[in-house]
């Protein structure tokens, strides 16, 4: 589900707030990645492609990787939810490992912060839980 305010680790964050990267094919916009970094880590807040399996989300990450290296970031971070099935196999086929499990947390946002997450996600799958991801940034891949 693309948002501009996202929920998640018990709080709302509006991504339009924070800098962002914009991915361009043949002179249009392809897709969007958000960021915003604190003390030694960068988390992405948002990653949208406008298609998919053309390189634009993979471009991001590099992208995004580099600066927060250049800034001295140990760790590039996200979360995503339990019914984001595609996002795993992304981030994970680009070196990111399951870090946490925050199990109920997407329950207890739509309960108290954000009413309009939806009771059932992507693929038919109920969504319950958020999931960290992390890649060390000063790991040898």
Same mark, same amino acid.
């Given at each position: 589900?693309?948002?501009? *305010?996202?929920?998640?680790?018990?709080?709302?964050?509006?991504?339009?707030?924070?800098?962002?990267?914009?991915?361009? *094919?043949?002179?249009?916009?392809?897709?969007?990645?958000?960021?915003?970094?604190?003390?030694?880590?960068?988390?992405?807040?948002?990653?949208?492609? *406008?298609?998919?399996?053309?390189?634009?989300?993979?471009?991001? $990450?590099?992208?995004?990787?580099?600066?927060?290296?250049?800034?001295?970031?140990?760790? /590039?971070?996200?979360?995503?939810?339990?019914?984001? *099935?595609?996002?795993?196999?992304?981030?994970?086929?680009?070196?990111?490992?399951?870090?946490?499990?925050?199990?109920?947390?997407?329950?207890?946002?739509?309960?108290? $912060?954000?009413?309009? @997450?939806?009771? @059932?996600?992507?693929?038919? $799958?109920?969504?319950?839980?958020?999931? %960290? /991801? %992390?890649?060390?940034?000063?790991?040898?891949?």
């Amino acid at each position: 589900m693309n948002s501009d *305010v996202v929920a998640r680790l018990g709080e709302l964050v509006d991504a339009r707030r924070h800098p962002a990267l914009l991915g361009e *094919v043949d002179g249009r916009l392809a897709g969007v990645l958000t960021y915003v970094v604190r003390g030694d880590a960068c988390e992405v807040l948002t990653l949208h492609a *406008v298609e998919h399996w053309n390189g634009v989300g993979s471009a991001l $990450i590099d992208v995004v990787r580099l600066l927060a290296s250049d800034q001295g970031c140990a760790r /590039l971070w996200l979360v995503t939810t339990n019914d984001n *099935v595609d996002a795993l196999r992304f981030y994970q086929r680009r070196g990111f490992r399951l870090a946490r499990l925050h199990a109920g947390a997407v329950d207890r946002s739509r309960a108290t $912060i954000k009413p309009t @997450i939806p009771e @059932i996600g992507a693929h038919g $799958i109920r969504l319950r839980d958020e999931l %960290e /991801l %992390e890649l060390d940034l000063g790991a040898l891949e």
